[in-house]
């Protein structure tokens, strides 16, 4: 991928050491947003290096030693911290990392934050003190976790236990967050703006499980558990105890109402409304999503 030249509508980047010509790192850019993204800026002639353990070279979030290797010569960066930047010590991780992007002449960087989360909100204030040319797309859950993540099995099961009670969620869809980070890395005027990236209404959990029903043609109940609950069962569905635990602990915190209200990230960086679950479930079904 690092071969594509870049195309002449690309706007210039804001970077003093490195140009256009030079690929833009991705970081999960095998995973749900980064494979969006680089799908973009490829499609568009953006040179890219995809950010991952099995990439060339390899990069891991947990190895420094990968980093300066995965930095050289890149012109722009995008930061999806995996497992997620709720989780503690992600944003020791990412205050390092943009001071040594920085370090390296790469001063555009985009980090993908979550919202009412304490630990992303310590990572996007080490990225906006690092120096860096930055850009912040603080999501809400994301649609394809239905389709494309941890709520998938559960889908196909015909349970989804979660423990978000009745909370509402506004529920973002990826491709909309894909559309904005390619604007950030790629067009002027998104440096220093924090978009708040939702979709355009709140549906409750058992509002979406039903709409993702209906569109897969399955039958699938919502059952509100506990935080342990969903620990217990997320570790008896094979998910790593080191994982389970820290992100039953964050459902616990960020499902408890602080984020049942709109953004509007989506409309300022595009000037187009955010898309609706409406047709994330219409696309998922009609490519096969819930098919099992
Ligand atoms: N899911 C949500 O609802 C939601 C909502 C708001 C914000 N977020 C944020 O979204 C971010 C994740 O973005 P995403 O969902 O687009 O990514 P993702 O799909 O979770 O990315 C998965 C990829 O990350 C790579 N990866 C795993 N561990 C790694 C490591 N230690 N170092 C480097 N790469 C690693 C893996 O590739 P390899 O195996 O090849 O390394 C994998 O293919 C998190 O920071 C989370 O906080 C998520």
Known sequence: ????APSASTAPMTNETNDATDPVLVTAGNGKTGRRLVERLTDRGVPVRVGSR????????????????ALAGVS??????????????????????AAEAQDRGVRRLVLLSGRGEEEAEASERALRDSGADWTILRASFFAQDFSEHFLLGPVLDGVVALPAGDVAEPFVDVEDIADVAFAALTEDGHVGRLYEMTGPRLLTFAEAVRLVAEAAGRDVAYVPCTPEEYAAGAVAAGVPEEEAGPLSEMFGRVLDGRNAHLGDGVERALGRPARDFADYVRTAAAAGAWKG
């Open 54 to 69: 099995r990439g060339a070279p390899p990069f891991d979030w947990y190895d420094e030693a990968t980093w300066g290797p």
């Open 76 to 97: 722009a960066a995008y930061l999806a911290f995996t497992p997620d930047l709720g989780f503690p010590g992600a944003s020791g991780i990412i205050r390092a990392f």
């Open 1 to 4: 991928m690092e071969a594509l």
